[in-house]
């Protein structure tokens, strides 16, 4: 920006060093006049003497013009021109001073060397209307130069005024500094604790994992054991049940030796009691086998009609009953890959319970998707048993007869293929209303 045309408000001459004093007071007069704060006018009147001084130094006398601007924002303008100083060493010697100012700027004009400096004026400084350019030139006019001795009087009384500012600030400074540090020192105070804090609790942590990591090494390790030796007992167990329900059928033999009334019933108790046995001990054995990860499944492309109509010829030798009807729906899709045999035998599993649970009503076997329900209208389950009866050997302690005898591994049998399939096994029951089991299985 430059200074915009019109006249200036006051010109001055510097020819020697003490019309320097002379500059530097008319120029705080101007600063004060126009609107500048106190701080502000001794820096600009630094700034004209020194620009002053290095102008005489730098060969030749010098125009002071002062240039006010009242456009937005106000700005105080001040042009030299000194016909013979040196360019080049005014640049140099007025590089100090551009702090003092907000521009200044030095050129090489065909009358000389030109300095410009600008000083914006605060914004609550009274307008610099006509009238009030006009009001200040006559203050100014009424100015009687002073002697460079009154200058240097002003002068000092300045510079006490500056030097009481720079200790109240110093001391403002150190003020916060103290604050500062004691801040510090309770946050690295905090910080420390802190970090002892976390480090306890990491150490915490890190045992803690380490219990566990103990804990599930000893729990895999009983859970191996204990299919290790359902797998082996029940293996053992087979072979002497087998033969007892053999010789109980040789016994019976119309070819054996005829046998008393009483004897043949107590042999039929013999041969029932076995086959009981025989089904604990293979039940014992599918879910040992189960359990030791010993089943892979077979995935193909199922035909889930084919085994829907298995499970209904199945399942109509167990629905004796006429009070209870048996719906096995027919599927939708008709295909799914899964393992045909696992997903078989869920399903005829959880269909038996169904019958066996069931006293009248119905039981439905119905599949949406790869989403299998069996549905009953039977006893039901109580809410506090429904994730208790998936656990191995237990059976609802009812009045309800249940027809045929279980052994309680069907349903942790049921749901351990289920997973080996990908899928899960839940369960929806009312007590006196039926439960819905449903078989979720991967889509894909
Ligand atoms: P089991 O049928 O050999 O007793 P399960 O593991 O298949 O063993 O079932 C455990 C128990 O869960 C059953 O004894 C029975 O109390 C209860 N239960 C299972 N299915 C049903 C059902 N559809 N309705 C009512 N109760 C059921």
Redesign the pocket.
Known sequence: MTPSGGEPLLQVRVRAEPDIFVARKLGREVARAVGLERQDQTRFATALSEIGRVLLAAGGAADIAFLPDGANPPTLWVVMVSPAAAPDAVTQGTAPVRRLVDSLEVSDARFGTVVRLSRRLPTQAPPLTRKRLDEIRDELAHLAPGSPLEELADQNEQLIAALDEVRAQRDELARLNAELEETNRGVMALYHQLSDELEETNRGVVALYGELDEKSVQLRAASEAKSRFLANVSHELRAPVTAIIGLGRLLTDSASDPLTEEQSRQVELIRGSATDLLTLVN?LLDLAKAEAGRIEPEISDVDLKVVFGELRGTLRALATRPEVELIVEDPDPVTLRTDEVLLARVLR??M???L???ERGS?RLSARGSVFT?A?T????PEE?QER??E???????GVT?RG??????????RRLVTILGGTLT?Q?TPGV??T?TVTLPEA
Do not use: R
């Open positions: 039940d599993n959880l038996t319970n169904a066996k649970f069931t039981v069996v009953d039977g006893v039901g389950i048993l009866i998936f191995e050997f237990y059976q609802v302690p009812s249940a005898t279980g052994t309680g591994l069907g349903l942790p049998y049921a369960l029951s039926g439960s089991f």
